[in-house]
C-alpha cells in the first residue's frame, strides 16, 4: 500500500514540475512589423478583414504541413505579429484583398524587431483623394488608376463613420458611383453624402471621418483612400 501511494506521489509531483516548467516557458518578444504596397505606396483596406500567414516550416515539417499563424492588415495597410527569432514564410492568402492573388512566398528572419514590405497587384488604386465639408454634404474627389487589367471597375464609395476606424462594414452613411457612371479613368471622381444622412448622434458630433473606396469585379474586398477627418463645427 505504501509502495502504491508513494508511485502516485512521484507521478503527481512529476505532473507539477513539468507544469511549473510549461508556465515558466519563456513567450516570445520579437516582433515582425510591415505594409502591405504598390511600388511603395501603402494599399489601404477594410479592418482587420484581409490577412496573410506566416509559416515556420523545418526539416521534419514541410511548408504544407506547418499550422500558419493568421496576421490581420490593418485599414492602413500595416501589420505587426510578435514572434519567436527564426525564419519563416510569408504568403498572401488567395482570394483575400483588392489585388490578383500571387503564389510567391516571401523569407521572413526574424530578429529582434523586423520590418518586411508585402508587394501586391491592385487591380485599381485611388489617387490624390480628397474629403471636405460642403454647405450640406461631405464631398469627395478623387481619380483612379487601373494597375492590372484583368478585371473591371464595379463601383466606388464614399463612406462616413463617427470613428477613425471606416469602410464598407463600419460607416454611418454612404454614397456610391458604378461604373457606367464613371466618365472614364482619367478625369476625376466626384461623390457626396448628404450630412442629413447621418444619424442625429453621429451629425451632432463636432467631427466625423471619411473615405473612399473601389471595388473590382468578382472581388469581394474594396481598396481604400486613407481616413480623413471632416470637420462638423
Known amino acids: 500500500m505504501k509502495l502504491k501511494i508513494y508511485s ?22 520579437s516582433t515582425l512589423t510591415g505594409q502591405i504596397v504598390h511600388n511603395g505606396e501603402p ?11 506566416l509559416r515556420q516550416p523545418g526539416p521534419e515539417y514541410p511548408l504544407w504541413k506547418t ?3 493568421n496576421i490581420n492588415i490593418a485599414q492602413d495597410g500595416t501589420f505587426s505579429a510578435v514572434l519567436f527569432d527564426g525564419n519563416y514564410k510569408l504568403t498572401r492568402v488567395r482570394g483575400n484583398g483588392p489585388w490578383a492573388d500571387q503564389n510567391d512566398t516571401i523569407n521572413v528572419e526574424v530578429r529582434g524587431s523586423s520590418m518586411v514590405e508585402v508587394p501586391v497587384d491592385p487591380f485599381f488604386i485611388i489617387k490624390n483623394a480628397a474629403i471636405k465639408k ?11 488608376q487601373q494597375v492590372n487589367t ?3 471597375l464595379e463601383r466606388v464609395n464614399l ?3 463617427s470613428t477613425n476606424i471606416v469602410d464598407a462594414t463600419n460607416q454611418r452613411a454612404s454614397a456610391q458611383k458604378v461604373a457606367a457612371d464613371i466618365n472614364g479613368l ?20 463636432q467631427y466625423v471621418f471619411a473615405r473612399v473606396g473601389v471595388k473590382t469585379v468578382g472581388i469581394q474586398e474594396l481598396a481604400y483612400s486613407a481616413p480623413i477627418k471632416i470637420q462638423l463645427k
Open 8 to 29: 502516485y506521489l512521484t507521478v503527481l509531483l512529476a505532473v507539477f514540475m513539468a507544469g511549473c516548467e510549461y508556465d515558466n516557458y519563456e513567450p516570445p518578444k
Open 43 to 53: 494599399i489601404g483596406v477594410r479592418s482587420n478583414a484581409v490577412r496573410l500567414e
Open 67 to 69: 499550422t500558419p499563424i
Open 134 to 144: 460642403g454647405t450640406s454634404t461631405i464631398d469627395a474627389t478623387f481619380n483612379l
Open 150 to 152: 484583368t478585371r473591371q
Open 159 to 161: 463612406y462616413v463613420s
Open 186 to 205: 482619367n478625369a476625376p471622381v466626384t461623390l457626396s453624402v448628404n450630412i442629413s444622412s447621418l444619424p442625429a448622434a453621429v451629425a451632432g458630433k
